[in-house]
């Protein structure tokens, strides 16, 4: 549990119960998560600040079904999770209905002062190419258990599915990272937005062990 | 395979985008929005709006007159606390903060279909009718009309209420409308014919489950 995981789930309780004094708290700790949770699941064209300000919105709407006693981080990704679907169910229909002529580019994200202090090295880099190589099940099983430190349990119920699925995707996310890294020269990613369970890359990249090999020792 | 329990061995893997502080809080938003107690109270008013409006409704057509006999008062008697129960299974906040999980509902859905046919499957001493498009659609229609309002009411209330599975618990939460449809025009129509009371008056259950189902893909998602 993250150390301010507590202030947290207590902020959410209370503003579950209509004590709008709560948000501020809640904007304090979930800002620099959920921003960078949609950074790394759309990249920096993604509009992670719309999307952001998206999720805040909504989970003001929904605040009454935040359960007594919960844990809000799984609940806040889930909703987190749902803007995206939404976000991305929009913009094909969006991109489907333009005439490609008319197609305007994404505008600049308005942080961008942050992200490239964030990303300024190439491992930083060559780890936002290859996320964005990811089925996007894989993608957002590693985000939540790696970057965003959820629990496999909390992970699942926050993607709504089991805990093997979880660590199944987060393992092969995993394993596609290490051999993207590992590569000397191309993706070794296939391009794959609908995802699906496919084997990625070998258990074992550039002699290295993956955090499997090393657990099951 | 057992993919890493912990993040220990992960961080040979730098993130991108690590989090940055927060910008200064803007103000809560303005929309008004319910609060857990006032959710609670909308759903226990919806229940007892859809129970009353099927009471009243099924008084107005007139009950069947064998409505003592063991068969059928067993059914509606299973049938309607199946009802809550189907509720209760794909709704009820767990110690995580969510509903049941989406296996658990699925199984609801099953169970709630398993013990409509089931129970149709009893054999019961009555008046027989064959299965024609007149009687359906006489039947289906007045099963629709009992599973109207709960349905309307379940909408307005439930709408952006599941947090997963969106589709899933839709379909429950329509089959329970549907199913409190058939309990009700099963209260009221004689006709004991096992087809019959299958489609007839198990239509709206099937319905209810899909059109559930869609809507709660499309609205259902907070």
């Known amino acids: 549990m993250h150390p301010d995981e507590p202030e947290l789930n207590a902020a959410m309780g209370r503003y579950s119960t209509g004590d709008d004094s709560a948000f501020a708290t809640l904007y304090r700790l979930l800002h620099p998560r959920l921003r960078s949770y949609f950074l790394r699941m759309r990249g920096r064209a993604g509009h992670a600040d719309d999307l952001v300000q998206e999720t805040f919105l909504r989970i003001h709407r929904a605040r009454a079904m935040f359960g007594r006693g919960a844990s809000a981080l799984p609940w806040v990704y889930a909703i987190g999770r749902n803007v995206l679907i939404d976000h991305t169910r929009y913009t094909r229909l ?19 002062d942050v992200e490239s202090a964030a990303v300024a090295s190439e491992a930083a880099r060559a780890v936002e190419r290859a996320l964005s190589r990811l089925p996007e099940i894989q993608r957002e099983a590693f985000v939540l258990v790696r970057y965003e430190g959820l629990s496999i349990k909390d992970a699942a119920a926050a993607l709504g599915t089991t805990q093997a699925a979880v660590k199944l995707r987060a393992f092969r996310a995993y394993e596609a990272i290490r051999a993207e890294l590992a ?8 391009d794959n937005p609908r995802g699906g369970e496919k084997p990625a890359a070998p258990s074992a990249v550039g002699g290295k062990e993956t955090p499997v090999r090393a657990r099951q020792k | 395979m057992m993919p890493p329990e912990t993040d220990e061995p992960w961080n040979d893997i730098p993130d991108p985008f690590p989090h940055a502080p927060a910008p200064e809080p803007p103000p809560p938003p303005a929309e008004r929005s319910l609060t857990r107690s006032q959710r609670a109270q909308r759903l226990a008013g919806a229940a007892g709006l859809s129970a009353t409006w099927l009471v009243i409704f099924a008084a107005v057509l ?51 279909f398993a013990v409509f046919a089931g129970l149709v499957a009893l054999p019961v001493t009555g008046s027989q009718a064959a299965l024609s498009v007149a009687t359906v659609k006489g039947c289906a229609t007045v099963a629709t009309v009992f599973a109207l309002p709960p349905a309307v009411l379940a909408a307005l209330v439930l709408r952006r209420g599941f947090v ?3 589709a899933l618990r839709g379909a429950v939460v329509g089959a329970v409308c549907g199913l409190s449809g058939a309990v009700g025009v099963h209260s009221h129509c004689v006709v004991v014919t096992a087809s019959h009371v299958l489609v007839a008056h198990g239509l709206t259950v099937l319905a209810g489950a899909l059109v559930g189902a869609l809507l709660g893909r499309r609205f259902g998602r907070p």
């Open chain 1, 94 to 112: 969006r991109d489907a209905r333009t005439v490609p002529e008319e197609q305007a580019p994404e505008p600049p994200d308005t942080g961008a």
């Open chain 1, 183 to 190: 590569a000397p020269s191309g993706p070794a990613i296939e």
């Open chain 2, 62 to 112: 007139g009950f069947r007159p064998d409505l003592g006999n063991t068969p059928i008062a067993v059914q509606l008697a299973v049938w309607s606390v199946a009802v809550p129960l189907g509720l209760f299974v794909s709704l009820r906040p767990m110690e995580d903060g969510f509903p049941p999980k989406p296996r658990t509902v699925a199984a609801g859905l099953v169970a709630l």
């Open chain 2, 164 to 166: 997963n599975a969106p």
